[in-house]
């Protein structure tokens, strides 16, 4: 595993989360959320307001929610008489409506704090609509937090639908908490995997249908990516858990961040799956090329030492920047200052040391601490790659990776468009003699 540096945190949001977490962008599974609307709201309508679609489209994230998400709406009144009859025909309407797979009750704090026999009520319910109900017994805050949500509903969802069989050589689970089957890393890591010879990339927590959650128990082999995310505590625990439940050997390398890493990543994949040498060599040279062919497409219209400015406002979320070494120095970079907003001056510090960790030629770059207003009239007609920054205040800044936005190459192609075309722009607007 590689350098962990300010990166590792356990999720302490409520185990209601963690747990519809496990199924975040499953299509065919509803989750019934046993709770309040206020619970409901946290869940279910965060997830689809507009500013978060848009926010998943950027990153490369199309149509990611998958699962569809109802609750019982819980009153005042239940908490007395209990949430039985309600989640019953909660039940009955889903089945009826919605045909699914199978159904995720999802239970809340109050339910938990009432004592109801909640796995009696969806035993009885699976028999009259016979469709799979799994109840996880989450209850908020009460057993835990988040990361003990989310380990509770992958331990129960193995033990519901997986027997141990015989193992496959060209099936895989990926553990990582990419946004789903859509996402640009999780498409990247597939197609690789595929060019090795896999025939199925499933991808679990998070995505896997009925179907390729009862295939996991043929997996021979899991990956873990993304160990910069906060979440890949909850991730490795899921790991654990196939290996001791399934048999799944783990395997768990550094992540294939940059062209470099993504070639080494290539190599033990390739050893560890006994894949096909011939196989393995055509996809390496396949990627030296089209790397190869992105970096000269990019000095030939943008040219040689461009000067580009980093920004980092409100980071919330963990980063990996190794791979900007070699970007910089493939595209022929030059940075000349890097900004920090003094308004969030604790977690944008947190992010600039494992930017000076991962990119230690930045250690020695000017820093300058200004709020935003005044980053942005500083900036204003430069070249800025920019974490967080929102497009109103600095509109021709290239957004860094951030999450998973990095691995592959599809991930590094983005970033190197963006650069060429912020360049460009900024070049027939006048702002370069």
């Known amino acids: 595993m590689g350098q962990q540096l300010l990166r590792r945190f356990k999720g302490y949001g409520c185990s209601m989360i963690g747990a519809c977490r496990v199924v975040a962008y499953a299509e065919d599974v509803v989750v019934i959320l046993n709770s309040p609307l206020g619970c409901a709201h946290i869940l279910r309508d965060r997830e689809l307001e507009r500013n978060y679609q848009a926010t998943n489209a950027m990153r490369g994230m199309f149509n990611s929610i998958g699962r569809r998400i109802v609750y019982t709406n819980l009153t005042n009144d239940d908490c007395i008489y209990g949430s039985g009859k ?126 390729e959650i009862k295939l996991l128990c043929t997996c021979r082999y899991g990956v873990i990516i993304d160990h910069n995310n906060m979440l890949v505590a909850d991730y490795e625990s899921a790991a654990n858990l196939l290996n001791e439940k399934l048999g799944i050997q783990i395997l768990d390398y550094a992540d294939p961040a940059g062209f470099k890493e993504t070639l080494t990543w290539l190599e033990r994949i390739h050893i560890a799956l006994q894949s096909p040498e011939y196989s393995y060599k055509m996809l390496c040279e396949q990627l030296k090329q089209q790397y190869s062919q992105f970096i000269n497409d990019f000095l030939a219209i943008a040219g040689k030492g461009n000067k580009v400015s980093i920004v980092i406002r409100d980071a919330k979320v963990i980063l990996n920047f190794t791979w900007l070494n070699e970007l910089l120095d493939d595209l022929q970079l030059e940075v000349e200052g890097i900004y920090m907003d003094q308004d969030n001056s604790m977690a944008n510090g947190n992010v600039l040391d494992t930017l000076l960790h991962d990119v230690p030629r930045l250690s020695k770059i000017d820093r300058f601490y200004l709020t935003i207003e005044e980053i942005s009239l500083r900036l204003d007609g430069k070249n800025v790659l920019s974490v967080r920054v929102p497009r109103d205040l600095l509109p021709f800044a290239v957004s860094l990776p951030y999450m998973n936005m990095g691995f592959g190459l599809e991930g590094l192609q983005m970033v190197i468009e963006d650069i060429k075309r912020m360049i460009v722009q900024k070049k027939h607007r006048g702002y370069y003699e």
């Open 86 to 211: 309600k989640l019953a025909a909660t039940i009955g309407m889903v089945a009826e409506l919605y045909n699914p797979a199978y159904i995720l009750v999802v239970n809340s704090c109050m339910v938990g704090i009432i004592g109801d026999d909640i796995e009696a009520v969806a035993a009885e319910a699976e028999g009259t609509y016979k469709v799979p109900v799994i109840s996880i017994n989450s209850f908020g805050f009460m057993n835990g937090a988040y990361s003990n949500g989310f380990k509770l509903a992958v331990s129960i969802m193995l033990n519901r639908f997986c027997t141990l069989q015989e193992k496959r050589d060209d099936t895989i689970v990926i553990i990582a908490p990419f946004e789903g089957k859509h996402s640009a890393a999780f498409r990247t890591i597939e197609q690789y995997l595929y060019f090795l010879g896999l025939k199925k990339v499933i991808l679990f927590p998070g995505a896997a249908s009925l179907e």
